[in-house]
């Protein structure tokens, strides 16, 4: 989609930011950690079971309970500003999409150009794709009463994704 | 005010369909040429309708592949000949699991098959969960439109449903106050159902995977946390790969709201499985319900289709009337072809093709280049050929003669303002603003639909020549 700019990752922002998503760019894994424990504070948190999301939430829930839902996306898609992730062992779907408030943690190395791309990445072209893939754009939305646009229906109303350096 | 149809309440203003119809269009149009500007638009239609084009022709082939690789993600697939054997099977999977409640996402292919009813019938509770359906439904209506269910009505009607429903009171104007209303009832629906029902925007026979398109999340929890997910697609929505599904992935977005991405794209391939948390089971309903009989005709095309609701937002004759004048789960100029090419010779639907000005706004807009108005020409030769109106013809060619010379059309203006005027004008007077919902026989079957001026009392051309002396 139009003329392609030396950085991916300020591509994908751009869009994402045009889909009401909110971004932040951060050098390291360590300072994103620390950016989310601030951002969480004292809110109750739904997360997936990995290692970069260990000590950010100091109070955890059950998805249907929980504030704030935690996670590490596998992909974003510069062309169209998608966040995407398969869910599985450890990553719970309900975790992904029930709490009002989601923190994301990506690193800048899992951006790529196309959508067709992220599909290869996140696995769906494999013989057997994972069962479950997402790709979100900004938080979910409704103009169903008069054409005005609600965010936050069903899934999350304000979304945070904290692209860090490096695949850690 | 003019232009009203479907005799509306007379102390109402403008009803809401007209107004909200005409924003709603207006909102899609600016965001859709933006949009376009971001990719080369004629060439992405022209990739877009190659895509599709391969999977009506080959359809039978991947719909074989598609259910081999659902099968092979342990998903089970179910054929259906018929709505009423589509139907038969959803209750039957409802049924053999003791639901008693089911989530149900906004799918047009349900509302084609009836399924709600359906469902009612065999005494399991189905509560649509797309905020527009979950409106039309308490309020006993029907959608309006493909992508916006609720557009005909206004957000005064919403607030007065969700304060009976709930004894609160609503504020129209706090819209974010009656979204959150309705996600609370429905966050309990998500969390205690036992089935949860989608429709399937495309379906990958490379690998058996299901794309699910949506703004809201409610067909991603209703494809998430139930036990069962029951999907279900017509067959025509099937295509080859994963790099025709991305192209249509991309095109669908652009097309219904001019953004690059749906707010949420879910994947399912099979049930969970590896630890996932999702359904335990996948069933797959594959809708034939005239399809097959499509393929080959002079509407094949129609086939090609991705559910966006452009046309509708561009169709002059849509945006008057709204999604209901039709009758029909498909409404718009593709619901004026799909319909009667789904149901040949079915006498209800044979009108619809006559419900377009022919400008051929659809056509331009079509993401997948359907020739929509050539298909309503040839419907409509079909139809004449079937059913000639013999009567009618010869009246109409009488007319034309009568009116193709100045003395004649001057006599018949002249005639009706004066003898059919009085009695005319009697019946708009009731109304107070010269517009009547009964006009006198035997032009009252004209109105029986819609509302009608009455005639001039002075015809034009009379006042024109009074008025150049």
């Not at chain 2, 149809?5 to 269009?25: K, M, Q, S």
């Not at chain 2, 794209?265 to 359904?279: E, F, N, W």
């Not at chain 2, 008057?320 to 029909?328: L, N």
Request: aromatic share 4%.
């Amino acid at each position: 989609m139009g003329e392609r700019s030396l950085d991916l990752v300020d591509e994908w922002r751009a869009r994402w930011e045009e889909l009401d998503g909110r971004a932040h760019r951060i050098e390291s894994l360590e300072e994103a950690q620390a950016l989310a424990r601030e951002m969480i504070g004292t809110a109750t948190v739904a997360r997936w079971e990995d290692a970069r999301l260990g000590g950010i939430a100091q109070a955890q829930a059950q998805a249907p309970e929980a504030e704030v839902s935690l996670l590490v996306a596998d992909v974003a898609v510069a062309d169209t500003g998608q966040v995407g992730w398969a869910h599985g062992a450890g990553r719970p779907r309900g975790a992904g999409v029930l709490p009002s408030r989601q923190v994301i943690l990506l690193s800048q190395d899992a951006v790529v150009a196309s959508l067709a791309d992220a599909l290869a990445r996140l696995g769906a072209t494999a013989t057997s794709p994972p069962s479950s893939l997402v790709l979100i754009a900004g938080p979910s939305r409704t103009a169903d009463i008069e054409q005005r646009v609600i965010r936050g229906v069903h899934a999350p109303r304000e979304i945070d994704v904290l692209v860090y350096r490096g695949t850690g | 005010m003019s232009h009203r149809v479907l005799h509306p309440p007379r102390a109402e203003p403008a009803p809401a369909v007209t107004v909200n119809l005409h924003r709603a269009a207006g909102n899609w149009a600016a965001k859709r040429a933006g949009a376009q500007a971001l990719v080369d638009w004629e060439e992405w239609r022209e990739e877009a309708r190659r895509v599709r084009a391969d999977a009506v022709r080959h359809l039978p082939e991947l719909i074989e592949r598609l259910e081999e690789r659902v099968r092979a993600a342990g998903g089970e697939v179910h054929h259906a000949a018929t709505a009423e054997e589509a139907t038969a099977i959803i209750v039957d999977l409802c049924r053999e699991r003791g639901a008693r409640s089911v989530a149900k996402a906004k799918s047009m292919t349900a509302e084609e098959i009836g399924l709600n009813e359906a469902l009612e019938q065999a005494g399991v509770e189905a509560v649509e969960t797309d905020m527009g359906e979950y409106i039309v439904q308490q309020l006993g209506d029907r959608p309006s439109h493909i992508l916006a269910p609720a557009v005909h009505l206004s957000a005064a009607q919403v607030a007065e449903l969700f304060s009976e429903l709930s004894g609160q009171d609503f504020d129209p104007e706090d819209t974010a106050a009656l979204v959150a209303y309705a996600r609370g009832v429905l966050r309990k629906q998500f969390l205690t159902a036992d089935v949860g029902i989608t429709g399937v925007n495309i379906a990958v026979a490379q690998t058996g995977s299901l794309v699910l398109v949506e703004s809201e999340g409610n067909i991603r929890l209703s494809a998430s946390l139930p036990r069962t997910h029951i999907a279900l697609m017509g067959i025509e929505k099937v295509v080859r790969d994963w790099a025709g599904a991305a192209h249509l992935m991309q095109m669908l977005p652009l097309a219904s709201h001019g953004r690059p991405a749906a707010a949420s794209t879910s994947v399912v391939t099979g049930p969970a499985r590896d630890g996932d948390d999702g359904p335990d089971e996948l069933h797959l309903v594959l809708l034939d319900a005239g399809r097959s009989a499509v393929r080959g005709t002079d509407l094949e095309e129609a086939l090609h289709c991705i559910r966006c609701g452009a046309c509708l937002y561009a169709c002059p004759v849509y945006r008057q009337v709204g999604g209901h004048a039709y009758g029909t789960s498909y409404s718009g100029p593709i619901g004026a072809v799909l319909t009667p090419a789904l149901e040949r010779s079915s006498p209800e639907t044979a009108q619809l093709p006559w419900m377009s000005s022919l400008c051929g706004a659809c056509t331009e807009v079509c993401p997948v280049k359907i020739p929509l108005d050539e298909q309503l020409v040839t419907l409509r030769a079909a139809a004449q050929a079937r059913d000639p109106h013999r009567g009618e013809a010869a009246l109409f060619e009488a007319w034309a003669r009568l009116w193709s010379r100045p003395a004649g059309y001057r006599a018949t203006a002249r005639t009706a303002g004066k003898a059919l005027g009085p009695l005319w004008r009697k019946a708009a007077r009731a109304s107070g603003d010269g517009w009547t919902a009964r006009a006198p026989f035997p032009f009252d079957g004209w109105t029986s639909t819609r509302d009608a001026r009455s005639p001039a009392g002075e015809p034009f051309h009379e006042r024109w020549r009074k008025h150049r002396g």
